[in-house]
């Protein structure tokens, strides 16, 4: 005799991942709106105090002066606050990018964007703490070619405004000081610069302690470099940088 016997496949549980604090290029994005609308009301502004004191005496010759002193404020202040609205959004979005890729480490790992800390003005891209050590992560969204010359990053062959190394490094040794003071010691902080346009074309290259990768190869450097921390090195480290008292 025989028997009908149902199978039930096991269900395939996705492994727990990364916990997430905080919004990637929030702070980029409010940056980059008070950038477009700054020069534009400053246009506005040298428009009304034009009209005001002008107003009261004014010719047609002053008049057709004002007009096109104001279009060419205007439109100055328009195109310089899309430009600046557009760097700002494009970090932004590499912010996300790399943020995605981030959230995508297992369970143990913690990741914090836009983190402020020690008194910094500017927020520290993403920090990660995890079983394979604690890293600063400055985001890059550079659309030439990215080159590592002499430890110096090059993009198409220039050297950049802000030179992204030593961001990174600042925004490590920020980290390592803030957890030191509150837990008496703190393990050395990874500075990582990471490229979101994968444009940097070594693909991965260590400089002076600072890891230099393109963002399709950041999974592999959070899992495999840096050090070691027990859990309640992590557990210490990552109360501290929610602000709670340890």
Known sequence: MCESVTIIEPI???????RIYGVPGER?????????????????????????LLLPRITWEAAGLGLLVTAAALVWAVRDGLAGLDAFFKGA??????????????????VFHDLLCGGRSEGIDHVVV??????????????????????????????PSRPPLEQARA?????????????????????????????????????????VCNVSGLAGVMRERGGHLSADEIERAVKVLEQKDV
């Open 28 to 52: 980029a994005r409010a940056a980059g709106v008070m950038r477009a609308v700054g020069p534009l009301l400053a246009a506005l502004f040298v428009l009304g105090l034009f009209s005001g």
């Open 93 to 110: 979005r590499g912010e996300e990018r790399v943020a995605w890729v981030l959230s995508g480490l297992p369970r143990g790992f913690h």
């Open 130 to 159: 995890g079983p394979t050590g604690l890293f600063a992560i400055e985001t890059k969204c550079w659309s030439g070619s990215v080159t590592l010359e002499e430890g110096v990053l090059r993009v198409d062959g220039g050297l």
């Open 171 to 211: 925004s490590a040794a920020a980290v390592t000081s803030f957890l030191a003071e509150r837990v008496g010691g703190s393990p050395a902080c990874v500075p990582v610069v990471c490229f979101a346009s994968n444009t940097f074309r070594p693909g991965v290259s260590v400089c002076e302690g600072c890891v």
């Open 12 to 18: 395939m549980q996705e492994p727990e991942s990364a």
